[in-house]
């Protein structure tokens, strides 16, 4: 069964920055591509970042391109997401999923909340 774990969000003013963490099991961590997804209150989700099992190409919304750096690493079976320059519209629920499209996504996320 795929299980995945996100943490490492929490509140931050603008400007600031948190490194979020996806601890991944179940399934062959190193073979899968990879995602992030966010939700937003009374909003649909939005891939955020993908990336590739091998870490050979990435993916950005252009929300985000240029502030969040997707990365992996597959000894640790952990997915990442360092988040900078946030903004107040980046506030939303963050999950991480066991697909390039981010629809495969599992777990109860991690809020992050960008406010002053």
């Known amino acids: 069964e795929v299980q995945l774990q996100a943490s490492g969000g929490g509140l931050v003013q603008p400007g600031g920055s948190l490194r979020l963490s996806c601890a991944a099991s179940?399934?062959?961590?190193?073979?899968?591509?990879m995602s992030w997804v966010r939700q937003a209150p009374g909003k649909g989700p939005e891939r955020v970042s993908a990336?590739?099992?091998?870490?050979?190409?990435?993916y950005y919304a252009d929300s985000v391109k240029g502030r969040f750096t997707i990365s992996r690493d597959n000894a640790k079976k952990t997915l990442y997401l360092q988040m900078n320059s946030l903004k107040p519209e980046d506030t939303a629920v963050y999950y991480c999923?066991?697909?390039?499209?981010?629809?495969?996504?599992r777990g109860q996320g991690t809020q992050v909340t960008v406010s002053s």
């Open positions: 179940g399934f062959t961590f190193g073979s899968t591509h």
């Open positions: 999923a066991a697909d390039w499209y981010g629809t495969n996504r």
């Open positions: 990336i590739l099992n091998n870490s050979g190409a990435t």
